[in-house]
């Protein structure tokens, strides 16, 4: 075990016994924020565990066994592009405002400058895009797939959705 983990072990336990104590003697914010602190730091010390194991064994390629094979994974994310008018001349954030999120939503991918994008659309009008790094990943990792999407929140910060 590495200096860094024993160190954030160690944290984490003293934490989680003043947070034990603390209750029982009537302070429960007390030990309450000391066990949320002593949870972070084993997590940090575990996730430093689970980063060196990434970096040792290469990601696997996941590929469906067949052409009707589903692989579920889920993404959320913000799109981009939603400040651009559509080809028609349609705002992108007009067309967000009147939406209610529950309208049913596809993703259509493309090429642009020669790689890998992804434009959001509810029917035939695009609501932004797929950010372009997250689209050359997905591309690369299930190049034959169809995504499924579904809008998560609209908001004055942006329009998030789940792959």
Same mark, same amino acid.
């Given at each position: 075990?590495?200096?860094?983990?024993?160190?954030?072990?160690?944290?984490?336990?003293?934490?989680? +016994?003043?947070?034990?104590?603390?209750?029982? $003697?009537?302070?429960?914010?007390?030990?309450?924020?000391?066990?949320? /602190?002593?949870?972070?730091?084993?997590?940090?010390?575990? @996730?430093? @565990?689970? #980063? %060196? %194991?990434?970096?040792?064994?290469?990601?696997?390629?996941?590929?469906?066994? $067949?052409?009707? #094979?589903?692989?579920?994974?889920? /993404?959320? *994310?913000?799109?981009?592009?939603?400040?651009?008018?559509? &080809?028609?001349? #349609?705002?992108? %954030?007009? /067309?967000? $405002?009147?939406? *209610?999120?529950n309208e049913e939503i596809e993703v259509e991918k493309y090429i642009f400058n020669g790689e890998p994008a992804a434009y959001v659309k509810c029917?035939? @009008?695009?609501?932004?895009?797929?950010?372009?790094?997250?689209?050359?990943?997905?591309?690369?990792?299930?190049?034959?797939?169809?995504? *499924?999407? #579904?809008?998560? &929140?609209?908001?004055?910060?942006?329009?998030? +959705?789940?792959?």
């Open positions: 075990m590495g200096k860094r983990k024993m160190i954030f072990y160690g944290v984490a336990a003293l934490f989680a +016994v003043s947070g034990v104590a603390a209750l029982p $003697s009537g302070d429960i914010t007390g030990g309450v924020g000391c066990l949320v /602190i002593a949870a972070v730091c084993a997590f940090a010390g575990a @996730k430093g @565990k689970a #980063e %060196q %194991q990434a970096d040792e064994k290469p990601a696997p390629h996941v590929t469906p066994a $067949s052409t009707n #094979e589903r692989i579920a994974e889920t /993404i959320r *994310t913000k799109l981009v592009g939603v400040t651009y008018d559509n &080809e028609d001349g #349609e705002n992108r %954030q007009d /067309i967000l $405002s009147s939406m *209610t999120g029917g035939n @009008k695009v609501l932004g895009n797929l950010a372009a790094e997250l689209a050359k990943d997905l591309a690369g990792k299930y190049p034959d797939a169809r995504y *499924t999407a #579904e809008i998560l &929140e609209i908001s004055g910060g942006g329009t998030h +959705v789940r792959l």
